[in-house]
């Protein structure tokens, strides 16, 4: 039957899983790498770095799984978002790698979001914002700053698009990355080469990868060099990956229309399956081919979740743990006897893509207790999930949400969640999404499976399901009425501070 490589290129490191064709993970390696801050709003990796961890990590994974090298069918590999990169035509950096959480571009963000360009549909339906994290905006920074750079620059690329290179020699740019962050559109002309006339990037197209491959889809095989640095077979084939999240939606089985993934953690992401194109104000996409050939990715995030739950453990509940915060708060009925909070502590990404958006609490007694304020907090958190998948509006029906990361640790949130949305949680056995995504897609490329879908059915593995309760569902429904409403009513007392 052979095995698959997941490798995973994360913020903080990378993880490379061997994965038997059932899904299950026999073996892990890990390596870490260092990100560097030169300065305020700038971060930065060396990919050296990267793929000097690649190799730590495969050798690690294959050890610990007794596998030999000529058990590896096929590796693919997912990687950090607009983290991106400027080379040489042999893939040797020219400076440091711009990791996706670094913001210096936020002029030239601006400056592609008023341009006017019908590619910025996919961006709120034309209303924005443009990220500085994404790639047009970094690549018209390296331009104006670092302009010798720029010049000797063969290659402008993601971190996805450099280790595969390293792997096979081959230069491609997966379909995943830009259709949802280089604004490339299938079915509307392809390349954004308008938009970069506008801002004077008509040449970055010649340094983008110029062919595209697909998520699932063969790059070539493992070249001699590789091989020999990952301690692996000549010829093994390497398929195409993305971006993390977006790849961890394959891993989590989201692949129908309805299907959303819920990737909690700092902030949440919402990654969903819609019914058709759809492209309004306060919804990112949709994507069209994005994930799975034919199928439609739409997106929504909150930028600030369970990093609002830790504020408040931190600052005002240091003393009692999560389980006894969770029991004393699931105690409690829906709406926390009058509290209201809302979870827009950083700003709000979606709907409202409002950087000036703020957390508030309101409704306070002196009966409340921390356990009253942290349900509140809870529920404004599941709040926000609603009001987006609410906001995607006809194109996307839920039926079923697949939940990864932290908030799968707390009952109470997870119930909190079923309850206000009025839709089925999922949770699957294997934890690490997106690992399990790229080994699917590993899986899928060696043939093993006819498409991505056959092998999330084969290899993604439901643990158990969280059921909404149709009681707490209809009592929160007034109170959802008045979390709507916040924003509005708080926007006016924002506005004279």
Known sequence: MGYVIGIDGGTEGLRAHVVDLDGRSIGIGKASYATQYPAPAQAEQAPDDWWQAAADAVRAALAAASVGADQIIALAADTTSCTVVACTADGMPLRSALLWMDVRAHREADEVAACGDPALRINGGGGG???PEWMIPKA????????EIYARADRICEYQDWLNYRL???WCASRNNISMR???QRDHGGWPAQMLARLDLADLMAKWPATIVGPGEVIDGLSAQAAAHLGLRVGTLVVQGGADAFIGMIGLGVNEPGDLALITGSSHLHLGIALRPAHARGVWGTYSDCVYPGKQVIEGGQTSTGSVIAWFKRNFAEHMDFDTLNAT???????????????????NRTPHTDA????????LTLKHTPAHIYRALVESVCFGTRMIVDSFGDAFEPRRIVVAGGATRSEFWLQVHADTLGVPLTLTQETEACALGSAIL???GAGRFDCIEDGCAAMVRVARTITPDAAAHAAYAPIYDRYRAAYD???PLREVQ
Not at 140 to 147: G, S
């Open 182 to 184: 280089w604004h490339w």
């Open 140 to 147: 018209l920074w390296i331009k104006r700053h670092q302009p």
């Open 329 to 347: 708060a699931a105690a409690l009925q829906p709406g926390a006897e009058g509290l209201l909070a809302v979870d827009h502590f950083q700003g």
């Open 356 to 363: 000036l958006a703020r957390g508030a609490i309101t409704g």
């Open 442 to 444: 590993a899986a899928t």
């Open 168 to 170: 096979t020699g081959r």
């Open 489 to 491: 009513a708080l926007k």
């Open 129 to 131: 914002p443009v990220s």
